[in-house]
T-cell receptor
């Protein structure tokens, strides 16, 4: 079984500032890692995923994340945020075996971008 | 359609009432998933279909919850004798592969 901890429930930042949303996971097996974004009253949209290969993953809307196996982390970063990035962000993990369809999510981080 | 469609968007049910939530996946998507998202929480896995076969229902919280996908396309999540703890957003997702789903906008169920 896996678990995900998102260390910050809320992150307020000013427009054009950089941001990092932290995610740590726990698993006894190899994992796939994901970041999803959820805008108000909408479903989740995939930002990026790590399956294998390069540990630096680039996603949509200028976001990127780095997989650190030794620290069991997958932090999400953006160098300069916009007002439109205000949303809830969820980190998720699945195993790489027969249950790789089943995502385990963290509790989410609410990113609020202020003018 | 272009995306995953869920209906109704909002449902208010009296405690003890049965409800049925519908999901129309993206055409051709073999895999379909249901997740439950309680207020202030991340989504939690309920069940997984591959075509019409329900391959995993380990996340269904009780025998009051039942899901079906009889023709391998539209799916229905049914909750019998609803309880207040069933209040949540129910998310459906579909995929051509096991990862990188497309989620619908969800059905917000409120049990009063």
């Amino acid at each position: 079984a896996q678990s995900v901890t998102q260390l910050d429930s809320q992150v307020p930042v000013f427009e054009e500032a950089p941001v990092e949303l932290r995610c740590n996971y726990s698993s006894s097996v190899s994992v796939y890692l994901f970041w999803y974004v959820q805008y108000p009253n909408q479903g989740l949209q995939l930002l990026l995923k790590y399956l294998s290969g390069s540990t630096l993953v680039k996603g949509i809307n200028g976001f990127e994340a780095e997989f650190n196996k030794s620290q069991t982390s997958f932090h999400l970063r953006k160098p300069s945020v916009h007002i439109s990035d205000t949303a809830e962000y969820f980190c998720a993990v699945s195993d790489t075996g027969g249950s790789n369809y089943k995502l385990t999510f963290g509790k989410g981080t609410l990113l609020t971008v202020n003018p | 359609g272009a995306g995953v469609s869920q209906s109704p968007r909002y449902k208010v049910a009296k405690r003890g009432q049965d409800v049925a939530l519908r999901c129309d996946p993206i055409s051709g998507h073999v895999s379909l998933f249901w997740y439950q998202q309680a207020l202030g929480q991340g989504p939690e896995f309920l069940t997984y279909f591959q075509n019409e076969a329900q391959l995993d229902k380990s996340g269904l919280p009780s025998d009051r919850f039942f899901a079906e996908r009889p023709e391998g396309s539209v799916s229905t999540l049914k909750i019998q004798r609803t309880q207040q703890e069933d209040s949540a957003v129910y998310l459906c997702a579909s995929s051509t592969r096991s990862y990188g789903y497309t989620f619908g906008s969800g059905t917000r169920l409120t049990v009063v």
